[in-house]
């Protein structure tokens, strides 16, 4: 069964502290694993597709890579902005109609204080 | 670019009542459309995969009776759920693949809060 798991449920971090956030995957057939953000009461907003072990992106204070069984999501010098939800999810090519699905992680309450 | 959009943002209706949800892509075509169902505290939950001309597919437990969905352009799917009831309460997401093969790009609506009285 495919599956998603991210650590920690939840993670507070002081202004300024550096820290990562954990995605492992059990996903076979896995087409590229994705980081959202998401706010309380939006929709998810896209942060990053990895698709191949080794594989790196960064966008602002934030760096995104993955291994063959794990993605991790690094926040340098987190600012209180950067509190949110933070959701990991692997896509599978299944074909057909069911192309493209996205198995999604429990997410991961960053909390950073001033 | 890949904006979603999904109206309306929040809905209350009565129990019994037909509710419409709709998603667009504004600067995208998308084949293929997803809408979530998400709980309080909880991680989004994967209702049904829509592809424009055909019928949507459903994930297992789902009602498709309850839950209809028409994909009926490039830029437009909508979720219909009908004879709401209180359970039914929760805040709806779609998503909109862009087209291409390596593109699994999934992009997000900002979701509309339903409450059923």
């Known amino acids: 069964e495919d599956q998603v798991t991210q650590s920690p449920e939840a993670l507070r971090l002081q202004e300024g502290e550096s820290s990562s956030l954990n995605c492992s995957y059990t996903v076979s057939g896995l087409r590229g694993l994705f980081w959202y953000r998401q706010d309380p009461g939006k929709g998810p907003e896209f942060l990053f597709t990895?698709?191949?072990a080794g594989e790196e992106k960064e966008k602002e204070r934030l760096k995104a890579t993955l291994t063959k069984k794990e993605s991790f999501l690094h926040i340098t010098a987190p600012k209180p902005e950067d509190s949110a939800t933070y959701l990991c999810?692997?896509?599978?090519?299944?074909?057909?109609?069911?192309?493209?699905?996205?198995?999604f992680g429990q997410g991961t309450i960053l909390t950073v204080h001033p | 670019g890949a904006v979603v959009s999904q109206h309306p943002s929040w809905v209350i209706c009565k129990s019994g009542t037909s509710v419409k949800i709709e998603c667009r892509s504004l600067?995208?075509?998308?084949?293929?459309m997803f809408w979530y169902r998400q709980f309080p505290k909880q991680s989004l939950m994967l209702m049904a995969t829509?592809?424009?001309?055909?019928?949507?597919?459903?994930e297992q437990g789902v009602e498709k009776d309850k839950f209809l969905i028409n994909h009926a352009s490039l830029t437009l799917s909508t979720l219909t759920v009908t004879s709401a009831h209180p359970e039914d309460s929760s805040f709806y997401i779609c998503?909109?693949?862009?087209?291409?093969?390596?593109?699994?790009?999934?992009?997000f609506g900002p979701g509309t809060r339903l409450t059923v009285l």
């Open positions: 600067d995208f075509q998308a084949t293929t």
């Open positions: 990895l698709y191949s």
């Open positions: 999810a692997g896509s599978i090519n299944a074909g057909g109609t069911s192309y493209g699905k996205l198995t």
């Open positions: 829509s592809n424009e001309g055909s019928k949507a597919t459903y």
């Open positions: 998503s909109a693949r862009q087209m291409g093969f390596f593109y699994n790009e999934q992009f």
